[in-house]
C-alpha cells in the first residue's frame, strides 16, 4: 500500500531536494523535507534515497517507521489529529472522535478516498483546558469542540 511509480520529472525533482543534504546526520531532515514535497514517505523515494546516498534501505526504514512524524502511506490535504488524552476524554473525545468517523467516513489512522482527510488520535496536545481539542495541519488548536463543530469545521475544510 502506499506505492506510487515516480515520473523521471519526479526523479530529478527529488534528486535536487537530496542533493541539499550531505551527512549522514542530515537523513531526518532529508527525509522531512521529502515529506513536504511528496506527502508521505513511499517506498520508490525511499528506494531512491537510499541509492543516491548509500544508506541502507532498512536504515531509512528504520527512521521512518521510529519518529511518528513521518508517514509511509499517502496522508489527505488536511490532516485532523484529534486529542485523547485523559482531560480531553473526560470532556468527550470519544464522542468528537466518533462524529468526525461518521463525517469523514474513515476509522483511525486512514485517509479519505479524494485525499482531503486523514485522522488520527493524539495523546494531550498541551491545552488541557480546552478539552476536547483536535487540531488539522497548522490551524491552531481547535477548542471545545462538540459534534456540531466538528461537522462544521468539515464542511468548511472541504469548501476551501
Ligand atoms: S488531554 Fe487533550 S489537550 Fe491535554
Given at each position: 500500500m502506499?506505492?506510487e511509480k515516480?515520473t523521471a520529472?519526479?526523479?530529478e525533482?527529488?534528486?535536487k ?16 523535507a521529502?515529506?513536504?514535497e511528496?506527502g508521505?514517505l513511499?517506498?520508490?523515494v525511499l528506494?531512491q ?5 548509500n544508506?541502507?534501505?532498512s ?9 511518528s512524524q513521518?508517514s509511509?502511506?499517502?496522508r489527505?490535504?488536511y490532516v ?5 488524552g485523559?482531560a480531553c476524554?473526560?470532556q468527550g ?10 463525517e469523514?467516513?474513515?476509522g483511525e489512522?486512514e485517509?479519505?478516498?479524494d485525499?482531503m482527510f486523514t ?7 498541551g491545552?488541557?483546558s480546552?478539552?476536547p481539542?483536535?487540531v488539522?495541519?497548522d490551524?491552531g488548536?481547535q ?6 463543530k466538528v ?6 475544510l472541504?469548501?476551501?
Amino acid at each position: 500500500m502506499g506505492e506510487e511509480k515516480i515520473t523521471a520529472k519526479k526523479r530529478e525533482q527529488l534528486k535536487k531536494t537530496i542533493a541539499r543534504f550531505s551527512g549522514q546526520g542530515e537523513v531526518i531532515a532529508l527525509l522531512l523535507a521529502i515529506q513536504r514535497e511528496e506527502g508521505f514517505l513511499s517506498r520508490s523515494v525511499l528506494e531512491q534515497i537510499s541509492e543516491e546516498k548509500n544508506i541502507p534501505l532498512s536504515e531509512l526504514y528504520g527512521v521512518a517507521t521510529f519518529y511518528s512524524q513521518f508517514s509511509l502511506h499517502p496522508r489527505g490535504k488536511y490532516v485532523i489529529r484529534v486529542c485523547q488524552g485523559t482531560a480531553c476524554h473526560v470532556q468527550g473525545a470519544t464522542k468528537i472522535a466518533e462524529s468526525l468517523k461518521q463525517e469523514l467516513g474513515i476509522g483511525e489512522g486512514e485517509t479519505t478516498h479524494d485525499r482531503m482527510f486523514t485522522l488520527e488520535y493524539v495523546n494531550c496536545l498541551g491545552c488541557c483546558s480546552l478539552a476536547p481539542v483536535l487540531v488539522v495541519n497548522d490551524l491552531g488548536v481547535q477548542a471545545k469542540m462538540t459534534s456540531a463543530k466538528v461537522r462544521k469545521l468539515v464542511r468548511e475544510l472541504r469548501r476551501r
